[in-house]
């Protein structure tokens, strides 16, 4: 599964982005995709999670204002979206696309946002 990973960027405070992830490879059963991010000096944590069945759950610090999405162009790519409302400072970080799969864990190059204030 490889997976490409776009639309970060800079935004002030109060602002959106959506950030873009475009999963294609072999036909690898997907249990869930996930956006994950990582600010210096800090762990990598778990922003927003979409189920094959398509629920979702969101860290704490992001429900209300990011929403995670996908859409099957065909049984070999997916697209996962997240769009990001409201931003604050502290959103800034690395923003990274995480596929769970059946054969293992696989990740796209992360994608910079930065929120000024």
């Known amino acids: 599964v490889q997976l490409q990973a776009s639309g970060g960027g800079l935004v002030q405070a109060g602002g959106s982005l959506r950030l873009s992830c475009a999963a294609s490879?072999?036909?690898?059963?997907?249990?869930?995709m996930n956006w994950y991010r990582q600010a210096p000096g800090s762990q990598r944590e778990l922003v927003a999670v979409i189920s094959r069945s398509g629920t979702t759950n969101y860290a704490d610090s992001v429900k209300g204002r990011f929403t995670i999405s996908t859409i099957s162009r065909d049984s070999n790519k997916n697209m996962v979206y997240l769009q990001m409302n409201s931003l604050k400072p502290e959103d800034t970080a690395v923003y990274y696309c995480?596929?769970?799969?059946?054969?293992?864990?696989?990740w796209g190059q992360g994608t910079q946002v930065t929120v000024s204030s």
């Open positions: 490879g072999s036909r690898i059963s997907i249990n869930a």
């Open positions: 995480h596929a769970d799969t059946l054969a293992g864990d696989y």
